[in-house]
């Protein structure tokens, strides 16, 4: 394909942005997201603030993987991360259309994931 690392490339920016945008939000503390992370856990907020705070660096590590050398296992682990983070919008009361607007979150990491190819073995989902 004449086109596969520009579009490989603009995946990756894609994905990147995405969970430095989360990744910097959650660092920030957004309060929207420690009540969310409250109402699931059913912890306290100091704790509902470090798991955050832990979530904001795993985050930013993604897009930092992502953009240095696209591991399968994290592509999937992105795909997965930002399936949940937009399903939890309707899950804790937002309207649907929160979660629908948020499928570019899961779809840009499963679409790099399979141009770069599906592993064909476990060890595959830890290389690129």
Request: proline letters at 3%.
């Amino acid at each position: 394909m004449k086109n596969y690392k520009k579009i490989e490339w603009v995946l990756r920016l894609a994905v990147a942005g995405e969970f430095i945008g989360h990744g910097v939000f959650a660092l920030q503390g957004k309060k929207e997201w420690i009540g969310w992370i409250q109402q699931f856990t059913g912890t306290e907020i100091g704790t509902a603030t470090i798991l955050l705070t832990l979530i904001g660096l795993m985050d930013l590590l993604v897009a930092l993987i992502v953009l240095v050398r696209p591991v399968r296992i994290v592509l999937l682990w992105a795909a997965f991360w930002g399936f949940w983070t937009a399903l939890i919008r309707p899950l804790v009361g937002e309207q649907i259309w929160d979660f629908i607007e948020r499928w570019a979150n899961w779809g840009a990491p499963l679409a790099l994931l399979l141009i770069i190819g599906w592993p064909k073995n476990r060890k595959e989902w830890f290389s690129r």
